[in-house]
């Protein structure tokens, strides 16, 4: 496509319930973030992945959080037992080049409009 | 590590005014630093990136920022501000073989007629 899509854009759910959030990357690129943003602060890096693999899962906060790509192209981010505290914008971001953020062509992370997840 | 620290959680200026969008940043080395803009209801889009060539760097609509190391200050300006200006922007740092990038919380501008 001709930018990275998520789906839902706005997804609403009670407390304790499981979700999945879409992440549609460029074509091509094989680099893929997701990001968390909160009310009133910036995002924070949740997973990135290397192709199908997830090269580094550091960001993510528990165990109830999880994130797939089984095929190297689209992820999905999986939330278990959601607490209030989930509620947060999820943003996904892909690169072509995956070897540092800003480097040479190809490193720029291009993001989505996003996920808001409302845990009620 | 890497940090940034955005001053002024919101900025009003008059159509014609200078913008100006404070960033101080800390890393333990040296830094990638970016500029990010967030229309209503869009993703992130990227405005300007340092990554250690020239210290004054220019991004698309008329942006650009000045890396100074004495000060850690990676600020953003603009001339002139237009309505289409009106937007949340975030400063964001990364170290230079780094995948992860550090936002800090960010500026939300509006834009008096």
């Known amino acids: 496509g001709a930018g990275v899509s998520q789906t839902p854009s706005n997804k609403v759910t009670e407390k304790g319930k499981y979700v999945e959030l879409r992440c549609d990357p460029i074509s091509g690129h094989t680099a893929l973030y997701w990001y968390r943003q909160s009310l009133g602060q910036g995002p924070e890096f949740l997973i990135y992945?290397?192709?199908?693999?997830?090269?580094?899962d550091s960001g993510l906060p528990n165990d109830r959080f999880f994130a797939v790509r089984p095929e190297g192209s689209v992820s999905t981010l999986k939330i278990q037992r959601t607490e209030r505290g989930d509620s947060a914008v999820y943003l996904c971001a892909s690169s072509l080049n995956p070897t540092g953020i800003g480097i040479g062509l190809g490193t720029e992370a291009f993001f989505g409009q996003g996920t808001r997840l409302t845990v009620v | 590590a890497q940090s940034v620290t955005q001053l002024g959680s919101h900025v009003s200026v008059s159509e014609g005014a200078l913008v100006l969008l404070r960033c101080n940043y800390s890393s333990s080395v040296p830094p990638y630093l970016f500029w990010y803009v967030q229309y209503p209801n869009q993703g992130l889009q990227l405005l300007l990136k340092y990554t250690s060539a020239a210290t004054l760097v220019k991004g698309i609509n008329g942006f650009e920022a000045e890396f100074k190391k004495s000060e850690t200050s990676f600020h953003l300006t603009k001339p002139s501000a237009h309505m289409s200006d009106a937007a949340e922007y975030f400063c964001?740092?990364?170290?230079?073989?780094?995948?992860?990038?550090?936002f800090g919380a960010g500026t939300t501008v509006t834009v008096r007629a």
């Open positions: 964001a740092v990364s170290a230079a073989d780094d995948y992860k990038l550090s």
């Open positions: 992945f290397q192709g199908t693999g997830a090269a580094d």
